[in-house]
C-alpha cells in the first residue's frame, strides 16, 4: 500500500531554534501534502495544505512565517517550525492521498518537544 | 455544532461484546467519509472507508445515514487490540484540496 515517510519521529530542540520535518511519499506522487497538528487529547487539527511547485494554504490561525512549508517535489513536502517556543510543542502529522477516492496516508507524526 | 461530531467515550467494553458508534457531520452535501484509528501517540490509520449501501470488514461494519447525516461503526466480536481512538472524517464537497473534517475522536477501552 501507500506509504508516507516521515522524520524525525522525535526531536526536542531549544526554544528560539529551528525544526525541519521532512515527509516523503514513497511510491506514489503527492501533488498535496496536508500538515496537521495534535495536542495531547485533541483531535487533528489541519494547519496547511502543501502544494507541489507552489505556494502553501494555511489555515486560519497559523502564521505562515512561523510554519514554513516546502514542496519542491512531488515526493516530498517538508514543514520548518521556524524560532520554536514551548508552546509549539505537539505532535505534527502529513498526509497524502493516494488516488482520488482513496482514503489519506499519513506519516508516523514528529513529536516536537521545545524546552 | 461542529462540523463532525463524535461521542469522546470512553466506551468500556468487555472483550467479545459489540460495539457501536456513531458520528455526525453538519454538511448535507459532503461526499467522503472514513473511520480511522489511532492508538495512543502514534498516527491514525484507516480503518475503512464508508459506502453509501454500507460496507463489512471482517468484525466491522460501517453504515451511511444520508437523510439524518451520521455514520456509524459497528465491531463485533471485540478484541483487546480493538481498544484505541476512532476518529470519524469526513471529505466535504467542492473542494479541490480534498481537505478532511476530523471528528474528536471516541475512545474504545476493551476489557478482558
Known amino acids: 500500500g501507500a506509504v508516507v515517510s516521515q522524520h524525525p519521529s522525535r526531536v526536542i530542540c531549544k526554544s528560539g531554534t529551528s525544526v525541519k520535518i521532512e515527509c516523503r511519499s514513497l511510491d506514489f506522487q503527492a501533488t498535496t501534502m496536508f500538515w496537521y497538528r495534535q495536542f495531547p487529547k485533541q483531535s487533528l487539527m489541519l494547519m496547511a495544505t502543501s502544494n507541489e511547485g507552489s505556494k502553501a494554504t494555511y489555515e486560519q490561525g497559523v502564521e505562515k512565517d512561523k510554519f514554513l512549508i516546502n514542496h519542491a517535489s512531488l515526493t516530498l513536502s517538508t514543514l520548518t517550525v521556524t524560532s520554536a517556543h514551548p508552546e509549539d510543542s505537539s505532535f505534527y502529522i502529513c498526509?497524502?492521498?493516494?488516488?482520488?477516492?482513496?482514503?489519506?496516508?499519513f506519516g508516523s507524526g514528529t513529536r516536537l518537544t521545545v524546552v | 455544532r461542529k462540523e463532525v461530531e463524535q461521542d469522546p467515550g470512553p466506551f468500556n467494553v468487555p472483550e467479545g461484546a459489540t460495539v457501536a458508534f456513531n458520528c455526525t457531520y453538519s454538511n448535507s452535501a459532503s461526499q467522503s467519509f472514513f473511520w480511522y484509528r489511532q492508538d495512543c501517540r502514534k498516527e491514525p490509520k484507516l480503518l475503512m472507508s464508508?459506502?453509501?449501501?454500507?460496507n463489512e470488514d471482517g468484525r466491522f461494519t460501517a453504515q451511511l445515514n444520508r437523510a439524518s447525516q451520521y455514520i456509524s461503526l459497528l465491531i463485533r466480536d471485540s478484541k483487546l487490540s480493538d481498544s484505541a481512538t476512532y476518529l470519524c472524517v469526513v471529505n466535504p464537497p467542492s473542494d479541490s484540496n480534498y481537505q478532511l473534517i476530523w471528528g474528536a475522536g471516541t475512545k474504545l477501552i476493551i476489557k478482558p
Open positions: 464508508v459506502y453509501s449501501s454500507g
Open positions: 498526509s497524502a492521498r493516494p488516488k482520488a477516492g482513496a482514503g489519506y496516508t
